[in-house]
């Protein structure tokens, strides 16, 4: 009896240890995956948004004059946010204007530009306010700015490639520009140009040239163009032909590019070859409910919404979890933790006065000597690295296709968020 | 007379002696000199070549320790941070630039004694003409870049005096004094024509494919074009062992359909190479635009040339069958106009029904008749909503599994043409199981999909190394199509890429497009003609 208690007493500490042990390992292994689980949330892979309506056909990528009537009519403002913000996604272009502000040149002016980022500043002499903008080269890492600034020629940097794997060539660029230009009724301000350069004995470069048959423009304006101008792949565009840009039928260099879509309802975005961004998938879900769209973002399964039902917004905002920003004129609402980074305008502010840039070819190679980077001068300067300054502005009173210019930029206008700025702070 | 050989013997051997001293003292000097001249130049190579590799190295936090590499290492490190800091005479502050400075200083003191030596050696002096050109490489002062050029220069005009008949040195020769250009080095034996040189040394071994290579190089640099053009003829069609990079370097050259026409032997297997080069991979050409429609003509000239010259062996019995078709099919993926591919399809049919294979004779036959469609292809992995998912991914070019996991391969058609089959190439061969799982779907909306019926089970074939399976489909225009493997299976043997597996025949109304590549399933100038 006393043996079979002192086995049963043995048996019940054992059991009690094991118990213990297992009760302790449990709790270990839990808190390790919630560990595990809660870093995965910073470091989320996939980003969900809500928007009200996502149209049935995309078509963001189709005639602006056709995008236009399409905003102001049956594709509403709802739907034409979702467009933007995929099209922005899916769309990598030669230059990036960097500060997203109206640029304009007025005053004692100055412009620099180099190799990886250019500015276009005012220095006005009077006391007026300055107003500043600048670029960032993109699928271009080279500049050539004409002494007359009348023809901008951009290096295609090498190693660019489309979503499809396929590198950047001058050609692609050529025919994006040309459809830009086209679709946006300003084809008879712009020449474009594509050409292969042996810099080095075996060394190819493909530059573009864009050339005004007219009068010079604004760099505000070419560069605007520029910035606004997607670069497709000229193969499958041209293939697609009046396609070009319904529902999935792009290839870009965007940092993203369409994985799924289901007309109406959702759209799946990846990350593409070339893309450099914090999320490796980013699904844009309709979410017509309000108290829904609500729900799933206080659950997570949502991580931001982009709402303007004021019942919506104000229960957002007594939400200690919710942030609610504006951005150019739209509200999103997001998880606190969530790094959204809102964006002004980009479309420049035209009808002010503008001027004709006259510098010449001599004074430009000399300040360009002065710079250290030459890599021919003459009539014009290749600028490789550090800064390059451009004098003697001369005012003239040319006005330069101020109205197609707003037209076009109004209707490629960007998504008020980048989404590859998108992600959790840690 | 006695007095006097006694006088003379020890004399002469006092002169020997003395004479083999000198020798073996500029002997070891020149050894050591070209050891240290060698090892620096691998150190400056370092410095300015491998930016990538050094970032690696330091991301990964390896320390420079032992041996010869790491310590050129750490010095190209240190070079490559100051740059100035380099032999040329520059000021430096810092320790490891100075530190190479000094190296390049005493290597080049060094180099300067040896070679000015009475019993310097030629390989001395080329190792010192070697490692002045590549000073002069490292230089972004162009002042210094060409006076090293002209050292150099000079060095190698000394090399000829002694050895007028050493054709390396001629070549380098000439090669510099292209780059130097209509500038004057102030040294002696620095002056002369580029091309007379390249001339002369091609003439001393005339057989040297690696020479008359180097030479048609230096020409074509020169921008000598008819003389490159001619010599890079004999290497592509005489060089028993022309690397793939050598092969890519002649190609890349080509700037015009004339060029064309005088690089590329019109036989096989140059042609062959040739129209891959242009036409598979046509991002890697940038001299010339392989979509002009005069450019493909002077290829597909070639290609009927080479095609004529290899039937011709082949009837005469100097070419076995196997060669031949091999020849033939290869050449019908890179078919550079609509008439050679549908030659090519009417010989193969012709030489298949001899074989008696009559059933592909009799498909090729009809294909002969077809169009190589223009499509935008991709791939979509598993679909298992084939009525509902949509083609994304235009121009995928990863590869992937063709019989996994309910894959689809689609594409998009555009306006004016109509498919009559679809072929998917393997080099594995598909499985009965494979075949019976294909569905056929089409949409004109890439949203609301319909299958359409093919006639049962799709029908394999052999043709060279590769498997096809055609999919016959009644003529229709839609604008999506989408061939489904509707099966869960995973065998994993079909490997593929869309640009490359995938082609559509069918009828054609659309006009030719002027292009810089070629994507997918389109061939050049195909779409030309109305059916």
């Known amino acids: 009896m006393m043996a079979a208690r002192n086995s049963s007493s043995a048996y019940v500490r054992t059991f009690s240890r094991r118990s213990l042990s297992m009760l302790v390992m449990g709790a270990a292994s839990s808190l390790l995956c919630v560990f595990t689980i809660l870093p995965a949330k910073a470091e989320a892979q996939e980003l969900t948004l809500g928007v009200v309506e996502i149209p049935r056909e995309l078509n963001f990528l189709s005639a602006p004059k056709q995008l236009r009537g399409q905003r102001s009519g049956e594709l509403g403002r709802n739907a034409f946010l979702a467009s933007s913000l995929i099209r922005d996604a899916v769309s990598g272009t030669l230059v990036v204007l960097r500060n997203h502000e109206p640029i304009r040149i007025s005053g004692d002016s100055s412009t620099h530009v180099d190799g990886g980022v250019g500015q276009i500043e005012s220095r006005s002499s009077k006391r007026t306010p300055a107003r500043a903008g600048s670029f960032d080269l993109s699928v271009g890492d080279s500049v050539q700015v004409s002494a007359d600034q009348r023809q901008w020629s951009f290096r295609i940097r090498r190693g660019e490639t489309f979503s499809s794997g396929q590198p950047v060539r001058a050609v692609d660029v050529l025919f994006s520009l040309k459809r830009c230009v086209a679709d946006g009724g300003v084809q008879s301000l712009f020449g474009f140009e594509g050409r292969v350069v042996e810099a080095l004995p075996g060394s190819m470069e493909e530059w573009v040239d864009v050339r005004t048959t007219d009068v010079a423009p604004r760099p505000s304006d070419l560069l605007a163009l520029v910035a606004a101008c997607p670069i497709l792949e000229e193969q499958s565009s041209s293939l697609f032909g009046p396609r070009l840009g319904e529902g999935a039928n792009i290839v870009s260099v965007g940092a993203f590019r369409i994985a799924d879509f289901e007309a109406g309802r959702e759209v799946i975005l990846e990350q593409s070859q070339a893309g450099e961004a914090f999320a490796k998938r980013i699904v844009l879900r309709a979410l017509r409910d309000g108290t829904h769209a609500l729900t799933a973002l206080r659950t997570g399964t949502v991580d931001a919404i982009f709402f303007e039902n004021s019942e919506v917004l104000s229960r957002a905002a007594s939400d200690q979890t919710l942030l609610t920003i504006e951005c150019s004129g739209y509200k999103v609402v997001h998880r606190r933790g969530l790094n959204v980074e809102c964006r002004q305008s980009v479309v420049p502010t035209f009808g002010a006065p503008t001027l004709a840039m006259g510098t010449s070819g001599s004074t430009v190679a000399a300040r360009v000597a002065e710079a250290g980077s030459v890599e021919a001068a003459g009539d014009a300067a290749i600028v490789q690295g550090g800064s390059t300054a451009f004098g003697s502005t001369e005012f003239g009173s040319t006005v330069f296709g101020s109205r197609e210019m707003e037209s076009l930029m109004t209707s490629l206008a960007p998504a008020p968020i980048d989404l590859r700025r998108l992600r959790y702070l840690s | ?531």
């Open chain 2, 1 to 531: 007379m006695r007095s006097l050989v006694f006088v003379i013997i020890p004399l002469f051997a006092i002169g020997l002696l003395t004479s083999s001293v000198l020798e073996l003292r500029a002997y070891l000097i020149g050894k050591e000199a070209v050891e240290r001249m060698q090892a620096f130049q691998q150190d400056l190579r370092v410095a300015s070549g491998s930016r990538s590799e050094l970032r690696t190295r330091r991301a990964d936090g390896s320390t420079p320790g032992a041996g010869r590499v790491d310590r050129s290492f750490a010095r190209a490190s240190d070079y490559q941070s100051n740059p100035s800091g380099s032999v040329s005479g520059l000021e430096s502050t810092e320790e490891g630039p100075r530190a190479l400075e000094l190296e390049g200083r005493e290597t080049l003191d060094l180099a300067r004694r040896a070679s000015s030596s009475l019993f310097g050696s030629t390989s001395t002096l080329s190792s010192y003409a070697s490692l002045l050109r590549v000073l002069a490489e490292g230089q972004s002062l162009t002042r210094e870049k060409l006076a090293f050029y002209c050292d150099s220069l000079a060095m190698l005009g000394e090399i000829l005096q002694r050895e007028p008949r050493n054709a390396r040195a001629l070549m380098q020769w000439g090669n510099l004094r292209q780059i130097l250009g209509s500038l004057a080095c102030e040294k002696p034996l620095t002056e002369g024509d580029f091309k007379e040189a390249l001339t002369s040394a091609l003439e001393l071994d005339p057989t040297d494919a690696d020479a008359q290579y180097a030479a048609g190089l230096i020409l074509r640099w020169g921008r000598a074009v008819p003389e490159a053009a001619k010599l890079f003829y004999r290497v592509f069609r005489y060089h028993p062992r022309l690397s793939g990079a050598q092969e890519r370097q002649i190609l890349g050259s080509i700037d015009s359909p004339q060029m064309l026409r005088e690089v590329v032997p019109a036989r096989f297997p140059q042609v062959l190479r040739a129209s891959h080069y242009f036409l598979r991979e046509p991002y890697l050409v940038r001299t010339v635009n392989v979509a002009d429609e005069q450019f493909l003509q002077a290829l597909a000239e070639l290609q009927s040339e080479a095609l004529a010259l290899s039937q011709s062996e082949y009837g005469r019995g100097l070419l076995p069958f196997s060669m031949h078709l091999q020849r033939m099919t290869e050449l019908a993926d890179t078919a550079a106009s609509p008439q050679v591919r549908q030659e090519l399809d009417r010989q193969l049919a012709i030489l298949l029904r001899r074989r008696g294979d009559t059933a592909l004779a009799q498909y090729l036959s009809e294909r002969a008749t077809w169009k190589l469609l223009e499509v935008v292809p991709t791939t979509i992995g598993g679909d298992t909503r084939p009525l509902k998912t949509p083609l994304v991914r235009w121009g995928e070019t990863n590869s992937f599994f063709a019989d996994e996991f309910y894959r689809s391969i689609g594409f998009f058609l555009p306006d004016g043409q109509g498919v009559r089959s679809i072929e998917l190439n393997f080099s594995g061969r598909p499985s009965g199981a494979y075949r019976s799982a294909l569905h056929v779907y089409v949409s004109s909306d890439n949203q609301n999909w319909t299958e359409i019926s093919t006639g049962g089970e799709e029908v394999p074939f052999s043709l060279g190394s590769k498997n096809l399976v055609v999919i016959r489909t009644p003529v229709r225009g839609d604008l999506y199509w989408k061939v489904h493997f509707a099966n869960a299976a995973r065998d994993r043997r079909l490997l593929a890429t869309i640009a490359s597996n995938l082609k559509v025949f069918g009828v054609s109304a659309r006009h030719a497009q002027s292009s810089g590549a070629t994507l997918g399933a389109t061939a050049p100038g195909e779409n030309g003609e109305a059916q």
